[in-house]
């Protein structure tokens, strides 16, 4: 297609500042344009209108519950409701006898680690970031107590 | 195993009315198995147990931000080999997804595993089943799903100041989940798997087996229904220590079920925990009220691909399978097979000596530097006489400090009837207290050496005879069990030593001629 | 101005290596800069000891004649959601600010090795979830080339890369590190008037990049010159043994044919008429025409196709990219780092605290958002039907790349980044974030779902004097033809990044 670089070389590459291209004229085409001058219709179902997203208190406090976020605001849950209306636009593609793509990377052999210690014994590098700490412990609250909601 | 139990109605005494149920028990087994390598399954750190706290962390096990997995080999290659063993399918394609729940030892929020696509399924396993006082029969069953995944951290519950302790050296640690099917009944049946298991393991050298180290867990699922009604509410026990505690953790809760039914309470789908010390399933608080683990395919783990082509051989990143299958070694069952047709063994005889593995390196040995030994006579000196010792001192057969040679020595004395049986049972125990001493000492310094001069015998006969006057002339009427007791006397007078072989001959002689 | 920022990194480096010029002092006065103009908070947090550590080392190597590689003495910055070991990483977040990684992230150490001075961590949207470099716990970064940075007309950056495009396009370092899930890298890039390039998925390690979409993050690199960015994909390209999602085939170093050897008659330009969608300003419809037009004359064949998906996509992209924020923000709990509140009555209180404080609404909702998408009710309707229209709009472009009759086939889709010049800061800010990413990805995530590479190039100013910039895309790892295509069009259209009125020039 083209010839490679025969060699190194420094200062033949057009910089910008001091070989300026010619000005080029925007409105004018040479040749019948391949670019669609209006847009593309692209019909998705409108579900804003259906308004039948609704999410009973017992969703929200399990959402709460397994995100251990809390969403504590009329907007937080408006926010929440139109992101699962949006989500709801790809439903009636139709997607018989289509596999999930889970990786691009899906015909590569997952790659294998020889069984050798290369890591580990960085007690300081691995504690250095948390707060609390004791004794080359980590500290956490005590544990299995549900979330006050 | 039918259990029946009369349902108990308060006050009213219509006992006789009600006809006897049939209850069935149904048990389900989950495995998880710590996978015998040197570092974790998707990070290069170390694997010792009890080392230093948090000092086998990498930063991928401490989920600091930025950090990917990468698989280890060995790990696959345990898990692979374990599911040939057992049978299984192993999967062309599998997958890794994660597992959310927040909890203070899973620094991720997720646990990455295999649920989708895991790496081996519909496996069978066939075991005998060993109860106390019954016969020993074979139960199969089916494995569902062997797939890989990572342990948690440990936390310390410090009650008093109220906070847990967190440790991430076990963060990480490759583990085989073994999922059975719900094919047994009895804590028995499942205490036998789970042995068996153990030994394929072992044999495998995939896992090390030490339940007291946590290097091999068990939970039981566990139901009971009427027969011909559908299965029962299950409970899940956990915490179960060792395999001593398997069968009396589940034989516990069929019968707090039962109990429960009986009373007409309910059984509750809920996680019991087995409590050692006080030998029963406690109620766990429940991890949450509701549970959901969004599980989502792992996207930092590409889809792990085996070669699954007859005859071919493993590269850096594809793993084959039938290259796999040919380092697997003998397993137990056919080694009992092979002792019952090689050795003439009868399949009780086999069963114990696979099932202690150590006996059977010791007959095998012993075996093969004694051939002029009877098979018998070895494995019966071992069953019956340092097993029963063992036992006696509760101690595990693996921990009993003498070699094979000298217990090739002690049977080889007494083959040669240097010694007799008394001395050979007295040689363990003394070998056990020395075990740098050679057999040849401890007879020689202990005067352990059978009498066998004829002329001392007959004095030794002489003398039982008229210390056991009574019997003699019992025996002389006919009755050929007082025998016993002069046979008795004779050892007492020459303190177990005598050649016994002879000095019933002896007596019997003696007390002929003194008939005349 | 300072004569060195019109250089290109190779010219700078063949000065350092004849003693033109020195890295120390290249480094010093960037500092000062980056300084002057703290007012477009490009930086959340700059390092001059290290930086000058960095080039004095490098200097002493040019003394010695024995630089490391093509990047030996050249200021780079770098986007703070990369670990830099010993430097803080905060992603612009509450959450991560006190975090200082034990490790570098590949990319960073491979700019090391290749001699490069790293100046600081870049602004950007918290955890990399936004559009504008607006949703920042440092404050939103602005764009060099609005009408006025004072008042309230500044523009946006871009994002969530803004800082990194805003430091290239103001010249205070040669090229700048970022990320792309779904156009972090090209958006800014676009709006700032600097080349920003999206590898192939796989082609640069994400160890050290903190994730937002595992499966589509890359790192990303921001340029003044197509060359340039060449010269940091080559030092920071390869399979990484720490990075099980890298492609595992060696990296060849690419290099640029010169302009004029640049042969386009066998090139095949495809135009995917869905990316002219309703929103799309005339001004980059004729700068998108007219450089289809100039491909044509130069003898490129160029053809309209078909790519039916792309519509769909940024709807599977927004379900994808929530769900794996709340899995990867999972880990963010307190305890072995991250902020921590002061709430001891339980595991759960204290993470729910942490996490309240510690994250913005953005994340937040995300997170909130993902969790019900991922539901055990809810993962086949939403989740993996995402994944399965994911496979479709990766078909689209695969079909364009290869399909079978050759004739049909194409090599490279030209298409807008952004739908216009960038936005008024307070028009921006006026939507929601999901509603700005809508906008914003648009053109980009597309790119992201497939895996395949895409470079965005400034083309011309618009009448308001902001860049306007286009996109190309080529199949996975064929950056060679892309980035040649991309050099071919820089050299006819002449843009100069720095020809804005900025300070940096002015004082000099």
Known sequence: ?????????????????????????????????????????????????????????????????????????????????????????????????????????????????????????????????????DEDYYVSPPGNIPLEQ | MYYSI???????????????????????????????????????????????????????????????????????????????????????????????????????????????AALANDGIMSFPVITPGKKVYYKSVKLLQLQLEQDSGKSLHDEQLKRSLVDLNRAGLPLMELVFAPDLETGEEAASLVKELMLILRRLQTCSCKMEEGALRVDANISIHQEGEPLGVRTEVKNIGSVRSISQAITYEINRQLETVANGGLITNETRSWDAENRRTVAMRDKEVLQDYRFMPEPNLPPLHVNLKPGSKSTEDLLSVAALSEEIPELPEDTRQRLMEQYNLNADTSIILVNEPVLLDHFLSISRSLSQL????????????????????NLDVEDCSIKADDLRDILSCLHSEQINIQAARQLIELQQQNPAAKVSELI????????????????????????????????????????????????????????????????????????? | MRRHLQWSIKQLTANYAEGQCSPRRVTEQALEDALKLKTLNAFIRLTPEQALQQAQESEGRYQNKKPFGSLDGVTIAVKDNFCTQDVHTTCASRMLQDFVPPYDATVCS????????????????????????????????????????DQDHWRIAGGSSGGSASAVAAGLCYAAIGSDTGGSTRNPASYCGVVGLKPTYGLVSRHGLIPLVNSMDVPGIFARSVSDCLEVLNAVAGPDRLDSTTIRQPYTKLHLPEVDKIDLSSVRIGIP????????????????SKVADLLECAGASVRQVSLPNTAASIFVYSILNQCEVASNMARYDGIEYGHRAS??????????????????????????????????????????????????????????????????????????????????????????????????????????????????????????????????????????????????????????????????????
């Open chain 3, 343 to 508: 709430d001891e009555r339980s595991t759960e209180q204290l993470y729910a605290l942490s996490r309240a404080e510690g994250f913005n609404e953005v994340v937040k909702t995300r997170i909130l958002t993902g969790n019900f998408l991922l539901l055990r009710r809810n993962y086949d309707h939403y989740f993996e039907k995402a994944l399965r229209v994911r496979r479709l709009i990766a078909e689209d472009f695969a079909k364009v790349f290869q399909s079978s009759p050759s004739d049909d086939r194409v090599d490279i889709l030209l298409t807008p980044t952004t739908l216009t010049e960038a936005p008024l800061y307070k028009d921006f800010a006026s939507l929601t974030n999901r509603d700005q990413c809508a906008v914003q990805d648009f053109c980009t995530q597309p790119a992201n779902m497939a895996g395949i590479p895409a470079v965005s190039i400034p083309i011309r100013l618009s009448r308001t004097g902001l860049p306007l910039s286009l996109q190309l895309m080529s199949n996975s790892l064929n950056e060679q033809l892309l980035l040649s295509v991309a050099s071919w069009i820089e050299a006819q259209v002449g843009f100069d990044s720095l020809e804005h009125k900025q300070e940096c020039r002015s004082k000099a």
């Open chain 2, 374 to 393: 009877p098979n018998k006579v070895i494995y019966n000196f071992l069953i019956n006489d340092l097993l029963t010792y063992c036992n006696k001192l």
């Open chain 2, 6 to 116: 009369i349902r108990r109605l308060g006050t009213q005494p219509k006992l006789a009315t009600i006809p006897k149920r049939k209850w069935k028990s149904v048990l389900g087994l989950e495995v998880h198995a710590q996978i015998a390598s040197v570092s974790k399954l998707f990070s290069g750190s170390g694997t010792s147990f009890g080392a230093p706290l948090n000092s086998s962390v990498a930063y991928f096990d401490a989920s600091i931000p930025g950090t990917l997995p990468v698989l280890n080999r060995k790990c696959v290659e345990s898990g692979i080999k374990t599911a040939l063993a057992l049978g299984c399918r192993v999967n062309e394609v599998s997958m890794f997804d994660r597992k959310h729940y927040f909890y203070a030892d899973l620094p991720n929020g997720y646990q990455i595993t295999q649920q989708r």
């Open chain 1, 1 to 133: 297609m083209w010839r490679r670089l025969s060699k190194r070389f420094y200062c033949k590459i057009a910089t910008k500042a001091t070989e300026k291209a010619p000005k080029l004229d925007f409105k004018q085409l040479t040749h019948p344009t391949k670019v669609p001058q209006t847009p593309v219709d692209t019909a998705f179902p409108d579900t804003n209108s259906a308004s039948h997203i609704e999410i009973d208190t017992k969703t929200i406090q399990l959402l709460e519950r397994l995100s251990l976020v809390d969403l504590d605001s009329e907007r937080a849950l408006a926010t929440l409701k139109s992101s699962i209306q949006f989500a709801d636009k790809i439903a009636h593609i139709d997607t018989d006898h289509v596999r999930p793509l889970y990786t691009v990377l899906e015909q590569q052999q997952l790659q294998l680690r020889n069984d050798q210690v290369t890591e580990g014994d960085c007690r300081r590098q691995v504690l250095r970031n948390a707060r609390v700490t």
């Open chain 3, 110 to 149: 491979r700019l090391k090795q290749s001699g490069a001075v790293l100046l600081g961590k870049t602004n950007m949207d918290q955890f990399a979830m936004g559009a504008g470099t607006v949703d920042s716990l440092y404050g939103p970064t602005k764009n060099i080339w609005s009408e006025d940075l």
């Open chain 2, 444 to 516: 020689e310094i202990n005067n352990l050496q059978q009498i066998c001069n004829p002329e001392a015998i007959e004095e030794l006969c002489r003398q039982a005879i008229a210390n056991q006057a009574k019997a003699a002339q019992q025996y002389q009427k006919g009755k050929a069990k007082a025998l016993f007791a002069i046979v008795g006397e004779v050892a007492k007078l020459s303190k177990q030593k005598a050649n016994m072989k002879m000095v019933v001959e002896c007596l019997e002689n003696q007390l002929k001629s003194a008939k005349k």
């Open chain 3, 273 to 288: 008429k869905e990316y002219h969608c309703q929103g799309l300003s005339s001004e980059v419809l004729e700068t998108w």
